[in-house]
């Protein structure tokens, strides 16, 4: 299977975007391109792109628009994109999304199809407290709502969970902000080409994950099943 409409997903921080577009990216066999993952492996690697991120992550910003389109244009010049690709946390801005606009005409993509996950505020809250994540292989877990089998150890290899240092309070605070001002916008961007689609995003992760293919499905032309 492929994606001849690449997806992208919206919301805000801890909307459920890495959750559901993991999901998505396998269900379609394409690559899931979470613009987070990779700056926090750069971080992580201390290559000069994660050398400039680093402070401007842990305080809730949002990364230059430059820095993140290099990378992503990057990504999308390997192989495996050929076929279609999942954005999680691209774009954030409309900047971005007129720079991926220009990317996705000159490689024949259709237009993407966009997902905004709504999700209320208290339940975005309670997701980033219970958030986990293997400081190994970065799975992702919820001690409220998706628990690994053993605390604080990886069901997947072992490694030790963490906290996010992004999903201490103050600085969840600072990442809603930049969502609203920045990334907001954005849904009235893709509004205006026809291309948002709202989805609710607080119920159980396999729910959200069927109406997700419905639309997604009938986005590309095809009957939806999971
Ligand atoms: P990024 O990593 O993209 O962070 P984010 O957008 O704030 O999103 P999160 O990763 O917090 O949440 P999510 O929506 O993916 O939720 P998840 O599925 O994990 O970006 C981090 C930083 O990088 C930014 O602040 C910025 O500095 C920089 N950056 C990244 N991209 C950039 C760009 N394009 N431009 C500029 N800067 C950029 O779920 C959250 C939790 O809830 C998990 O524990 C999960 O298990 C649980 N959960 C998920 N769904 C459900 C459900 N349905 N029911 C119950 N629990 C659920």
Redesign the pocket.
């Known amino acids: 299977m492929s994606l001849n409409r690449p997806v992208i997903?919206l919301?805000?921080?801890?909307?459920?975007?890495?959750?559901?577009?993991?999901r998505i990216a396998e269900r379609y066999h394409v690559p899931h391109l979470?613009?987070?993952?990779?700056?926090?492996d750069a971080v992580v690697r201390r290559t000069e792109l994660g050398r400039l991120?680093k402070p401007?992550?842990e305080r809730?910003?949002?990364?230059?628009?430059d820095?993140?389109m290099g990378m992503?244009e990057e990504r999308l010049s390997r192989p495996d994109c050929d076929g279609g690709f999942v954005f999680?946390?691209?774009?954030?801005?409309v900047p971005?999304a007129e720079h991926l606009q220009v990317i996705l005409c000159q490689r024949g993509f259709g237009k993407p199809v966009v997902l905004e996950?709504r999700?209320d505020r208290q339940?975005l809250l309670r997701?980033?407290a219970?958030?986990?994540t293997c400081s190994v292989g970065g799975e992702?877990?919820?001690v409220?709502?998706?628990p690994p089998k053993m605390a604080d150890v990886c069901d997947v290899d072992g490694g030790k969970l963490i906290q996010?240092p992004?999903?201490y309070p103050e600085v969840v605070e600072e990442?809603l902000r930049?969502?609203e001002l920045q990334t907001r916008p954005l849904a009235e961007y893709y509004s205006a080409q026809g291309v948002l689609e709202i989805v609710d995003?607080?119920?159980?992760?396999e729910?959200?994950t069927r109406a997700l293919a419905k639309i997604i499905d009938r986005a590309q032309g095809r009957d939806g099943h999971l």
């Open positions: 997903f919301g805000p921080p801890a909307a459920g975007k890495g959750t559901q577009a993991k979470s613009t987070g993952d990779m700056l926090r991120a401007i992550m809730g910003a949002l990364v230059p628009d820095l993140v992503v999680d946390g691209f774009p954030r801005t971005q996950l999700v339940t997701r980033v219970g958030r986990r992702v877990y919820n409220y709502d998706a996010r992004d999903d990442r930049a969502y995003g607080s119920g159980p992760m729910e959200v």
